[in-house]
């Protein structure tokens, strides 16, 4: 892009990390009840494409934690992996155990859904996120 | 509580760790030859298993039938799961090589996607699932087609992807209308409540499942994708393809006609054996006309198609094992002989009949091993395409079908005769230019590996047919259960 846009850089610096802790809050919380990885993926793909937007495509690709294409690999894997300790449990593969850690007063429920669903979010942030910076680097071509 | 879903997750891993190790083709080759030898063993395990118990299922996250995503290994899947691993071990040995190897770091990941899709399509107990697996697939050849990236390479891409969307379509929808009309996608679960609709929606239903399952099958007149695609490809993708897609098709047909909705419907039954010989005999004309040594075998491919459709339209247990033998034998047999292609387009430098010649003073070996395939998809004795045509064959006279038994022997005699066309102008005829060097092979040895190890299976199946004869008699039997 030949013009910056200064004041629009600065708030999105802030808002960047902000958008993201959003995303994570979502995969944890989910929209609707349990956690949702595939609509906090989403969220992260917002903050990915407007980072994009107002700096450039390379930058919010390296904003990342990965390449997208690794990142959404890396993702599948993880979800996959996720199956796996209900097999060592002798239960089919993608069962989900819960256990339950005491934390002094409260109860923490873990489970390895979380795990699953973290890989849906790393996946969709990846995909859905590599698809779009491309898209806005096309753009950025064509100007 | 793993093992009937390996079958998907060794190949699914595979294909992701590729991906993720895409700077290094040294560190692919590795994952890809170690995941194909992992599938292999997965396969025998398999093996062993379902000849000692009838099937071995898993519904994935404990959810109870038939809500849960079912996955069903039986002996037919535990078969074709075998011989797609045994495929992907060729393609992966084929690659180290340096006859027609593909050139790009995304051959390996897709390579063993399509794997991942077509193993999981074969022991889908669940129509969706088995949709999805079809896409997959679907997704990961149009991959391998696109590799190229040249004009040819995209024109065939988009002629699969258009004909293979028609397919997919259709489908979708007869998976909308069976679920709409029944409430259940399960096998199972089906098989119980089909009975219960009316019978007039049921065939219609049924109708439109074969008709997707006849697309994606190469069938006639559905077969246009088959040799508009096959002849673009690097020799591996190429195997792979004729070893695989096809069969993903066949697969569901079987098991649709012969556990899913049985008794099937007379008239579609008829249809069916209508189109299996139309198949059968336009293929093999198509074969005949064309001199482009992948043309002819593409459309070899969806003759040989027509006669497992012949097998099936049957509908009887000896029928359905006929066509289990035959897709077996059809998948290593048409695989070595696109390789065999592969390995003429290197030495003389092209495909086309009319420019090669003299190959056999060059490499006797390979004109040997060319003849043992090719008279194998002739059905010739010992060969192991001599059981497949003469149990279909057999059949076909035990039904009183006269016509089609020997339509069957007539297109036999046709192959032989594109089949010696071949042989004759690509080995026994001196070169058309005088001065005509071969090209060198510099590394021989994995791609003569992978020649060898199909023929060997070739030879054993054509010498010592009965364990498994008996092997696919069981599994017919499996899928009919309890109905005559």
């Known amino acids: 892009m030949t013009s910056r846009a200064h004041i629009a850089e600065v708030f999105m610096r802030g808002l960047y990390p902000v958008l993201i802790i959003a995303s994570f809050w979502m995969l944890l919380r989910g929209h609707n009840a349990p956690g949702g990885g595939f609509i906090a993926g989403l969220m992260a793909v917002a903050a990915s494409s407007a980072y994009a937007l107002i700096f450039n495509s390379s930058k919010a690709s390296k904003k990342m934690p990965l390449l997208p294409a690794r990142l959404s690999v890396s993702g599948v894997l993880v979800a996959l992996a996720s199956g796996l300790p209900a097999v060592f449990q ?5 069962s989900h155990p819960w256990w339950t850690l005491s934390l002094g007063g409260f109860k923490l429920s873990l489970s390895t859904v979380m795990l699953f669903d973290l890989g849906v979010y790393l996946a969709v942030w990846g995909a859905i996120g590599g698809i779009c910076l491309h898209l806005i680097e096309t753009i950025e071509e064509n100007l | 509580m793993i093992l009937p879903v390996a079958p998907l997750l060794v190949p699914l891993g595979t294909s992701l760790l590729c991906t993720l190790t895409s700077n290094s083709v040294q560190l692919q ?10 599938l292999l063993g997965t396969a025998i395990v398999l093996g062993v298993q379902v000849a000692d118990h009838q099937s071995i299922s898993l519904a994935s996250g404990s959810w109870p039938l038939p809500f849960g995503i079912e996955v069903v290994v039986d002996r037919l899947g535990a078969l074709l799961v075998f011989v797609a691993a045994l495929m992907v071990l060729i393609c992966t040995l084929w690659q180290m090589g340096d006859v027609d190897p593909a050139h790009s770091s995304f051959f390996y990941p897709l390579l063993h996607g399509l794997v991942a899709g077509s ?3 074969f022991i889908a107990a669940d129509l969706f699932n088995l949709y999805v697996w079809f896409e997959v697939a679907l997704i990961c050849s149009l991959g391998l087609l696109a590799q190229g990236g040249t004009l040819k390479h995209l024109d065939a891409t988009l002629k699969y992807f258009a004909l293979n969307l028609v397919g997919t379509l259709l489908l979708l929808t007869a998976v909308a209308l069976l679920y709409g009309a029944t409430g259940h996608l399960n096998f199972n679960a089906l098989a119980m409540s089909v009975q219960y609709v009316n019978p007039a929606i049921m065939q219609a239903v049924t109708g439109l499942l074969i008709l997707a399952f006849l697309v994606k099958a190469a069938a006639f007149p559905f077969f246009a994708w088959l040799p508009a695609s096959y002849h673009t490809l690097p020799a ?7 070893a695989l897609l096809s069969k993903i098709g066949i697969c569901a047909l079987i098991r649709t006609l012969s556990s899913i909705f049985h008794p099937s419907p007379e008239p579609l039954l008829s249809m069916l054996g209508i189109i299996a010989v139309l198949s059968m005999i336009v293929g ?3 074969a ?16 040989q198609v027509g006669y497992m459709l ?10 359905d094992a006929a066509a289990i033998f035959f897709a077996l034998h059809h998948s290593l047999v048409k695989a070595g002989l696109f390789l065999c292609a592969a390995m003429i387009f290197k030495l003389s430098g092209h495909y086309d009949l009319r420019k090669v010649g003299g190959l056999y003073a060059e490499k ?5 091993i060319f003849l043992l395939l090719a008279l194998s998809l002739v059905g010739i004795p010992p060969f192991s395409g001599f059981w497949g045509k003469y149990l279909i064959v057999r059949e076909c006279l035990v039904q009183g079908e006269y016509l089609w038994a020997f339509l069957a022997l007539l297109v036999g005699a046709l192959t032989f005769y594109s089949m010696m066309k071949i042989w004759l102008e690509a080995f026994w005829k001196p070169h058309p230019s005088a001065g005509w060097q071969a090209a060198k092979i510099v590394k021989p040895i994995p791609v003569t590996t992978g020649l060898c190890l199909l023929s060997v299976i070739i030879l054993a199946i054509g010498l010592f047919p009965e364990p498994l004869i008996g092997f696919v008699n069981d599994a017919a039997n499996h899928l009919r259960g309890h109905a005559p």
Do not use: E, Q
């Open chain 1, 90 to 94: 002798g239960l089919p593969y993608l």
């Open chain 2, 29 to 38: 080759r590795k994952i890809s030859l170690l995941g194909s030898l992992l």
């Open chain 2, 119 to 121: 193993c999981a399509a």
């Open chain 2, 236 to 242: 591996p993708s190429l195997a792979l393809f004729s």
């Open chain 2, 284 to 286: 093999v004309l198509g």
């Open chain 2, 288 to 303: 005949a006309y064309h001199w482009d040594l992948r043309r002819i075998l593409a459309f070899h491919s969806i003759s």
């Open chain 2, 310 to 319: 012949l097998a099936m339209a049957l509908s009887t247990r000896a029928g």
């Open chain 2, 364 to 368: 006797p070996g390979l004109a040997a």
